[in-house]
C-alpha cells in the first residue's frame, strides 16, 4: 500500500475540522455517573491455579456502561503477594475479545498488574469474549459488526456504551487488591488505542500514563470519507442506503470522536502511527495526538500498515516502566 494521506510534515499539525458538541464533558459525566449509580459490587474469582501456578489469575466481573456485567482477566505477578503494583489497564481490538489468560502474560512477567477487559458483544472474529452486549441479548460472544449499532442516538450509541465500560474499568483497576491507585496506565491498538485515548481523556485524574498503538476512532468524519477499509466501511455502507440518516449519524460519531476528547488527556501518551495504514488512516490518528496537550511523544513506521513493529513492543514496556516503576 503506498503511501495516500497527507504528507507528513503536515500530519504533524493536521487538526480535525469536526466541531466539538456543545456541553461534551457534562455529556460524559451524565453518562458515567448512571453507570456508577447502577454498579454492582465487583466479583473476583481464582481462575485454574493448577494451569498457572504461582501466578496469579482471576476471573473479573465488574459493572459497565448502564450497569451492564463486564468480563475480564486479573494477573498479578508469580511471588506478588500484597504488594501494592503499579497497574496496565488492557483494551483489545475490533471484533476480538479477551480470549484467555495465557495471551496476557508478559506485563504480569515485568511486574505489573493487568486488567484486561473484555469487549461487549465482540470476541467472534479472532480471539474470544464473554460478555454481552447489554442484559439478555442471547449470547456472550459475537462476530459482530457494531460500528452503525445505536448510531441515530448518541445515548444509544455502541461505542458510548464501551467508552464508558472503559473509564469504568480503570476506576475497577484502581480498586483491585495489590493494587497502586497512583501508578495506572491504560493500553490497546486499534479499537483498543481508541479505549485507552478514551479512557484517559474522560478519566484524567486516574490515568498516569496512555500507550494508544494505531488507534481507532479518530477524525472520524475524514475516516469514513478517506478510507474503503472497514471497519470504517461499516458506516459508509450503511449510510448509503440511509441518506435520511446521513446528518444523524454524523452527529453522533461526533461524542465519541477521539480528536475531540484527546485535548482532556492530562497523562503522559505514547501513540504509535503507520503511514501505510489503511484502517487507522495517518491524518487521523495525528488529528487526536496534536490535540493532546499534555507531555507526549509518537512512534512513526513510514511502511507501518494496521500493525505496529514488533520492535515497538519493547520501546512500549520502556515507556511503561519509566513512568510507572521509576
Not at 53 to 60: A, E, K, S
Not at 234 to 242: G, I, K, M, P, R
Not at 264 to 289: H, K
Request: charged share 25%; hydrophobic share 40%.
Amino acid at each position: 500500500m503506498p503511501w495516500f494521506d497527507l504528507p507528513e510534515d503536515q500530519l504533524r499539525t493536521y487538526r480535525t475540522a469536526t466541531p466539538e458538541p456543545e456541553g461534551l464533558d457534562q455529556w460524559w459525566a451524565a453518562r458515567i455517573e448512571e453507570a456508577r449509580s447502577t454498579a454492582r459490587e465487583t466479583t473476583l474469582r481464582r481462575h485454574q491455579p493448577e494451569t498457572y501456578g504461582d501466578l496469579g489469575v482471576w476471573d473479573v466481573e465488574f459493572s459497565g456502561g448502564r450497569g451492564d456485567r463486564i468480563r475480564g482477566w486479573y494477573l498479578r505477578p508469580p511471588g506478588a503477594g500484597d504488594e501494592p503494583l503499579p497497574v496496565v489497564v488492557t483494551y483489545i481490538g475490533y471484533g476480538g475479545g479477551r480470549s484467555v489468560p495465557s495471551d496476557h502474560l508478559g506485563l504480569a512477567a515485568l511486574g505489573f498488574a493487568n486488567l484486561v477487559m473484555d469487549t461487549r458483544g465482540q470476541g467472534g472474529r479472532w480471539s474470544t469474549g464473554a460478555t454481552p452486549d447489554g442484559q439478555g441479548s442471547g449470547t456472550f460472544a459475537e462476530r459482530s459488526e457494531v460500528m452503525t449499532r445505536g448510531i441515530t442516538r448518541p445515548e444509544d450509541y455502541y461505542f458510548t456504551r464501551l467508552y464508558v465500560d472503559a473509564v469504568r474499568a480503570v476506576e475497577v483497576a484502581a480498586e483491585l487488591p495489590g493494587v497502586d491507585p497512583d501508578r495506572l496506565a491504560v493500553t490497546g491498538g486499534s479499537q483498543g488505542g481508541a479505549l485507552s485515548l478514551a479512557a484517559a481523556a474522560l478519566a484524567p485524574s486516574r490515568v498516569r500514563a496512555c500507550a494508544a498503538d494505531v488507534p481507532f476512532l479518530c477524525d472520524i468524519r475524514r475516516a469514513i470519507t478517506l478510507t474503503a477499509a472497514y471497519p470504517y466501511a461499516e458506516v459508509a455502507d450503511f449510510l448509503a442506503n440511509h441518506l435520511d440518516l446521513v446528518d444523524t449519524a454524523l452527529e453522533t460519531l461526533r461524542y465519541v470522536d477521539n480528536a475531540l476528547l484527546a485535548s482532556r488527556i492530562t497523562a503522559e501518551t505514547s501513540v504509535v502511527v503507520g503511514l501505510m495504514d489503511e484502517i487507522c488512516p495517518p491524518s487521523t490518528v495525528f488529528a487526536a495526538y496534536n490535540a493532546i496537550d499534555a507531555p507526549k511523544r509518537i512512534e512513526v513506521n513510514p511502511f507501518g500498515v494496521h500493525a505496529q513493529s514488533r520492535q515497538h513492543d519493547e520501546r512500549k514496556l520502556r515507556f511503561l516502566r519509566e513512568l510507572l516503576m521509576p
